[in-house]
């Protein structure tokens, strides 16, 4: 099976510009959420999605938004890109959300360096 | 604060040398903690999940423990191939959000 892919799998973007990254979740995962990972560091909450619908945001600027399709699938949008912003950005899903206990699965990640 | 705390930073080990490494949190209201692996350039791959203090989860080498404040994961006679970033989270009972710790950087000699 398939796990969870995200494309591209490396971006290299100048402050300013914005960038879109993608996520297809685990087949029958309902729920996906993004992380930041700056080199050294654990990843960081950043948006969480369950049926299409907003279910946590962590403790990032307006500059980062995000959304979910009707497949499940999600997008990550980031506009006027920050040299601080260079990162490792991960996907994760799970089956539902909190209620059932389910592990998130993450994908191997879109590493985006801003010049 | 919710924190998590993982030590140590970095852990150098002869193969074949067992050793554990500490995962404390201090969160208001834990749902569960979460073991990951992560080797470079990929993402966290799922280990362990533990729910409730004295729960044990084992796999292969890896054994993981719960306490009220910490988690142990104990690496029983490491491989080189278990040289990897080992990260531990902790979910809520008030959202899904993973909170990680810095992670445990191990390398196992041979």
């Known amino acids: 099976d398939a796990g969870v892919t995200q494309s591209p799998t490396h971006l290299i973007k100048t402050r300013g510009q914005h960038v879109t990254l993608r996520c297809s979740p685990i087949s029958g995962h309902k729920s996906v959420s993004w992380y930041q990972q700056v080199l050294g560091q654990g990843p960081q909450f950043i948006f969480q999605y369950y049926e299409k619908e907003e279910r946590g945001r962590g403790n990032f600027p307006d500059r980062f938004s995000a959304r979910q399709f009707p497949n499940y699938s999600s997008e990550l949008n980031v506009n006027a890109l920050l040299l601080g912003d260079s990162a490792l950005y991960l996907c994760?899903?799970?089956?539902?959300?909190?209620?059932?206990?389910?592990?998130?699965?993450f994908g191997d990640g879109t590493r985006l360096s801003i010049l | 604060e919710d924190q998590v705390t993982q030590s140590p930073e970095a852990l150098r080990l002869q193969e074949g040398e067992s050793s554990s490494l500490n995962c404390s949190y201090t969160v208001s209201g834990l749902r569960g903690l979460f073991w990951y692996r992560q080797d470079p350039g990929k993402g966290p791959e799922f280990l362990f999940t533990l729910y409730s203090a004295g729960e044990e989860k084992e796999k292969e080498r890896l054994k993981a423990t719960l306490t009220k404040k910490e988690s142990f994961l104990h690496i029983t006679a490491p491989k080189p191939e278990d040289s990897a970033t080992y990260l531990c989270a902790v979910q809520l009972i008030s959202g899904s959000r993973l909170t990680f710790g810095e992670g445990t950087q191990l390398t196992v000699n041979p």
């Open positions: 994760a899903s799970s089956f539902r959300d909190r209620r059932a206990r389910q592990p998130q699965h």
